[in-house]
């Protein structure tokens, strides 16, 4: 088995306040980290939320500016899921397992920019139409590192 459990969904949205407000005011789900993203130009606010007593986040992101890679995807798309990320052992293995039934990834490397995060994206699903995430955390007391972040909305870029 290559997936230990589900980690996280993620949305990409126009507008990530009423998609805070329904999952905080109507499903208990609490802000657990706020981010602000820098793409060399653009910008763009992330929010993790988390359904207290559980290790399941609910990561929603909002383009601010009308290029941006977030804002290019939600105007293609519309505001909707973008993936779904599951917890790996070793996400080396686990990326080497899925290449191996044809699954191709956004990118060639493993996101690691510090912080006890990697991360790898999925090309869109020709079934289903869905990204998949392979997050390893390597610490429990970190939610998402802004750093994996942004390389990982940058290696969505042309989709």
């Not at 910008?43 to 988390?50: E, F, G, P, R």
């Not at 909002?62 to 899921?81: A, E, P």
Request: aromatic share 10%.
């Amino acid at each position: 088995m290559i997936a230990k459990q589900l980690d996280h969904i993620a949305f990409r949205v126009t507008d990530i306040d009423p998609v805070v407000s329904y999952y905080t005011k109507k499903l208990g789900y609490k802000v657990v980290q706020e981010m602000e993203l820098d793409f060399g130009g653009t910008k763009a606010v992330s929010n993790v939320l988390n359904l207290p007593g559980t290790k399941f986040y609910i990561f929603v992101d909002q383009g601010l500016d009308w290029d941006n890679i977030i804002t290019r995807w939600v105007k293609k798309n519309g505001s909707k899921m973008h993936h779904m990320a599951y917890c790996v052992d070793d996400i080396y293995d686990a990326a080497e397992e899925m290449r191996k039934h044809g699954v191709e990834f956004t990118s060639k490397d493993v996101v690691d920019t510090g912080g006890g995060l990697k991360q790898l994206f999925t090309l869109p699903s020709p079934v289903t139409g869905m990204i998949t995430e392979l997050i390893q955390r390597e610490r429990d007391d970190i939610f998402f590192v802004q750093g994996n972040v942004i390389e990982l909305i940058r290696s969505t870029e042309g989709l």
